[in-house]
């Protein structure tokens, strides 16, 4: 079994910046796939940014040219940098990683959230 953690969520001004810290734990062989997805309040829950193992990465039209989505395998953690936050940023932050466990069996793993609030 595994566990995903995000960290680094909180209240910050138009035009600020946040790191999200995404740490997956476990019986993890690999990660292959890497997302960032966000849900505001009466919204469904959007993809914000992935990562793919060997480079691709892919963003929301809504984030691109602000956030960044990156990784480090040595420590099974993804990061999501945000710069310029808006207003419409403010949503609950999920972290999701997809791999395979030492076991060989695949894995569909997804964090319990971080709050993100822009406001002045």
């Known amino acids: 079994q595994a566990q995903v953690v995000e960290s680094g969520g909180g209240l910050v001004q138009p035009g600020g910046s946040l790191r999200l810290s995404c740490v997956a734990s476990?019986?993890?062989?690999?990660?292959?796939?890497t997302g960032w997805y966000r849900q505001a309040p009466g919204k469904q829950r959007e993809l914000v940014a992935n990562?793919?193992?060997?480079?691709?990465?892919d963003y929301a039209d809504s984030v691109k040219g602000r956030f960044t989505i990156s990784r480090d395998n040595a420590e099974n953690t993804v990061y999501l940098q945000m710069n310029s936050l808006k207003p419409e940023d403010t949503a609950v932050y999920y972290c999701?990683?997809?791999?395979?466990?030492?076991?060989?069996?695949?894995?569909?793993?997804w964090g319990r959230g971080t709050q993100v609030t822009v406001s002045s």
């Open positions: 476990g019986s993890i062989r690999s990660i292959d796939i």
């Open positions: 990562s793919i193992s060997g480079g691709s990465t």
């Open positions: 999701n990683v997809r791999g395979v466990t030492r076991s060989f069996r695949g894995y569909d793993y």
